[in-house]
């Protein structure tokens, strides 16, 4: 709870959720509203396994990006240069139609005297991935979160991803993918290391 508080100041919300018959009770509603009937057999345990798997999906509403960076290395025998992870896979859910966004994040940094343990950043990539969200917010959040707690000399994130409610409805275009980026300290004031990241995310593959 205290991480949801933190994370999300939104009092009615944060204070308010619901119980899992509540939470069931609404995924029988969903069941009625697309033309089905909740009580037929296939269907009777399907709530619960709904309201378990949001548990899952949207578990990163209970963990802060605080706590997951807090722990980072200062032996690195005087390594100062770019870091980074590269093709983080990710599932997300859009914050407007709850339907999957799937992507890859690159995340990249430049170390002031202390790095992260690898597996962090990638955790930090789930966090914000299993909220409702909209890619430019979550680039945003993975660079701010990785900028405030280690105080790096830069932060470089870009997500590539698909938007279900694009591909599976609405305007209906599969395959398309956005790009999205952030760019903090020396990679947004300095066009080379900006070039250096594009560089090392692109020229390897
Ligand atoms: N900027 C941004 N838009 C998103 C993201 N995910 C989904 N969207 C868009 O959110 C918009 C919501 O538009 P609305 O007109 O309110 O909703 P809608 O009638 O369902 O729109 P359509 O998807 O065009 O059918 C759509 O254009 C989606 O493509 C995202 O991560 N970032
Ligand atoms: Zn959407």
């Known amino acids: 709870m205290d991480a949801i508080v933190k994370n999300f100041p939104v009092p009615a ?9 509540e939470a069931e009770d609404a995924v029988r509603v969903l069941l009625r509203w697309a033309g089905d009937d909740p009580t037929r057999e296939g269907l009777l345990d399907t709530p619960a396994r709904v309201a378990k798997s949001y548990k899952e999906l949207f578990s990163g509403y209970d963990l802060a990006p605080e706590d997951v960076l807090g722990r980072t290395f200062d032996e690195v025998g005087g390594y100062d240069d770019i870091v980074l992870v590269k093709d983080i896979p990710f599932f ?8 999957p966004i799937i992507g890859k994040a690159h995340v990249a940094y430049l170390p002031n005297g202390r790095v992260l343990g690898l597996s962090k950043i990638a955790r930090v990539v789930e966090i914000y991935g299993r909220r ?3 890619q430019e917010t979550m680039t945003a959040q993975i660079a701010k979160a990785i900028d405030e707690t280690l105080q790096p000399r830069g ?3 870009m997500i590539e991803a698909e938007h279900m409610c ?3 409805r609405g305007v209906q275009k599969q395959g398309s993918t956005t790009l999205t980026t952030t760019f903090t300290g020396a990679f947004k004031t300095e066009p080379a290391e900006q070039a250096r990241f594009m560089t090392m995310l692109r020229g390897f593959k």
């Open 155 to 157: 932060v470089a994130v």
């Open 166 to 168: 694009m591909a599976m």
């Open 132 to 134: 409702l969200q909209t």
């Open 92 to 99: 997300s859910h859009c914050e407007h139609h709850m339907v």
């Open 13 to 21: 919300g944060a204070d308010s959720r619901p119980t899992q018959k």
